[in-house]
């Protein structure tokens, strides 16, 4: 559980799998300090009866907000009832954990085409992207409060952007990862998530807002598949607890569950 990750989180994909473990857990977080914006597809539907359970039980900490992240008025519309919440308190920490892998594992080469191209694309990068550009006067908000205090210390507190990566998307750990699981689409797609990590890294230096890919491991959920050696709970928790070490050295990084760094 997460002792220190306090303000406005918003998170996507939080209805299943390592989402809603992640929302769970910072549900858990003790205190009033903290308000969690948990996004998803679909909000009223089956596949989201457990993130309202969860939201039942944790009262007045947790949003439920429709997003598809790959839609842009959605995301629009969502930024928009966030910015009307949070008024001007500001946006901590976004969690860009929504995804898709298709087709199915292991995904070779002539199993995939042109849609499963651009829809992991759209899904796994360009929704992200819309969503950070969209968040940024939230997550400026954010990292000038109490700017006096925290100086030029970036933290997951103050104010950051944390995109769920995996250890598939490096390049230079390719050989050894391609003969296990090729799926052109999913790595490919990740490996331009990498990019806009860095990127934003760079370019928000100046705001003082933390930007940081995290690789959860390899976790039993829809995606991760029933043979997978982590619980979303075991991965969340490292997760969670790296999250509270991220300082300014770590932006721009892609780091694994337990901290160790993956190269590009
Ligand atoms: P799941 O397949 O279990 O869950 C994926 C989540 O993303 C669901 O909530 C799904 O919502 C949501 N989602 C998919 N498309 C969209 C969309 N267009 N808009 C909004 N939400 C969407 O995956 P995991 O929980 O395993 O994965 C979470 C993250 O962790 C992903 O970024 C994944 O790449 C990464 N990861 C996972 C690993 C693993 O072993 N599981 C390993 C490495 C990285 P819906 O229910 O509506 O489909």
């Known amino acids: 559980m997460s002792e220190r990750l306090k303000g406005n989180i918003l998170v996507t994909g939080a209805n299943r799998g390592i989402g809603l473990a992640l929302v769970q857990q910072l549900g858990e977080t003790p205190g009033e300090e903290g308000h969690i914006y948990a996004c998803c597809r679909d909000p009223q539907g089956p596949g989201a009866q457990a993130l309202r359970d969860l939201s039942t039980q944790c009262p007045g900490k947790i949003t439920v907000v429709k997003l598809d992240v790959s839609d842009v008025d959605s995301i629009s519309s969502a930024v928009q009832t966030v910015s009307r919440i949070i008024g001007a308190g500001g946006l901590n920490l976004l ?27 759209e899904t796994n990068v360009v929704g992200p992207f819309l969503l950070v550009k969209m968040l940024l006067p939230l ?61 934003l890294a760079e370019d928000f230096r100046r705001h003082n807002i933390l930007v940081a890919a995290v690789h959860p491991g390899w976790v039993r959920t829809a995606m991760g598949g029933e043979e997978a050696s982590l ?18 050295k770590h932006s721009g990084m892609l780091l694994d569950w337990q901290g160790n760094t993956i190269p590009w």
């Open 231 to 248: 619980t979303p709970q075991e991965s969340v928790g490292g997760v969670l607890s790296i999250l509270t070490s991220l300082s300014n």
């Open 139 to 199: 997550l400026q908000k954010a990292a000038a409060m109490d700017d006096t205090v925290k100086g030029n210390t970036m933290s997951c507190s103050r104010s950051a952007i944390v995109n769920i990566s995996t250890l598939i998307s490096s390049i230079e750990k390719c050989p050894e990862t391609f003969p296990i699981a090729q799926m052109y689409p999913y790595r490919t797609s990740k490996a331009a998530l990498n990019m806009l990590t860095r990127c």
């Open 95 to 121: 969690i860009n954990n929504a995804a898709i892998n298709r087709p199915e594992t292991p995904a070779p080469l002539s199993a995939c085409g042109k849609t499963d191209m651009m829809e992991a694309y």
